[in-house]
């Protein structure tokens, strides 16, 4: 029910916050691992590129996740082969969410909410990604229809939250902090 009130809470800021038009994709799915575990691993972005598919390269400015930290993402986005948004860690809330936004040099708005949820059979992990429309033709090279891009990203997240889903039931290793 609380994860539920979170992305509530992601929708009602997107929608009445920005000026800016902007692109909501949720994704969810149901990992057998404690909230703790699939927290600290999935709350950190310097561990993306082994479940996102699009992330190149992850780099921070520290070395423990906390609030104000700053993480650069170089990912192959449509037909830009290193598109790079700079996001902070803007909240942190051990083990239900970690929410980051683009900084305000970034060109695009980006918000990136992660969120957990204890389940019966482990943890409930949701992906809301708010991102600013311009981005559509910055990464694809014509004005797509938001609804088609939602579609094609939707497909691509389901993929890589399967993907993540996998990486637990292997064993994963956090590449971060280790």
């Known amino acids: 029910m609380?994860?539920?009130?979170?992305?509530?809470?992601?929708?009602?800021?997107?929608?009445?916050?920005?000026?800016?038009?902007?692109?909501?994709?949720?994704?969810?799915?149901?990992?057998d691992a404690p909230i703790e575990e699939v927290f600290e691993f999935?709350?950190?972005?310097?561990?993306?590129?082994?479940?996102?598919?699009?992330v190149n390269e992850m780099t921070t400015n520290t070395r423990h996740l906390k609030e104000g930290s700053i993480f650069r993402e170089d990912a192959w986005i449509g037909i830009r082969k290193h598109f790079i948004t700079t996001t902070e860690l803007i909240k942190l809330d051990y083990p239900h969410q970690a929410l980051f936004e683009?900084?305000?040099?970034?060109?695009?708005?980006?918000?990136?909410?992660?969120?957990?949820?204890?389940?019966?059979?482990?943890?409930?992990?949701s992906y809301v990604?708010?991102?600013?429309?311009?981005?559509?033709?910055?990464?694809?090279?014509?004005?797509?229809?938001?609804?088609?891009?939602?579609?094609?990203?939707?497909?691509?997240?389901?993929?890589?939250?399967?993907?993540l889903k996998k990486s637990f039931a292997n064993n994963h290793k956090s590449t971060h902090y280790n």
Do not use: C
């Open 2 to 31: 609380k994860n539920l009130n979170y992305i509530l809470v992601a929708l009602l800021i997107s929608t009445f916050t920005f000026a800016i038009e902007t692109v909501q994709v949720v994704g969810s799915i149901e990992i």
């Open 42 to 54: 999935v709350a950190d972005p310097m561990n993306d590129h082994i479940w996102r598919s699009e």
């Open 102 to 125: 683009t900084v305000k040099s970034n060109p695009y708005f980006l918000r990136s909410n992660r969120l957990f949820e204890e389940t019966l059979n482990g943890t409930t992990f």
């Open 129 to 163: 990604v708010d991102f600013d429309k311009r981005m559509i033709k910055e990464t694809f090279g014509f004005n797509a229809k938001p609804e088609v891009v939602v579609k094609l990203y939707s497909l691509l997240m389901k993929k890589y939250l399967y993907k």
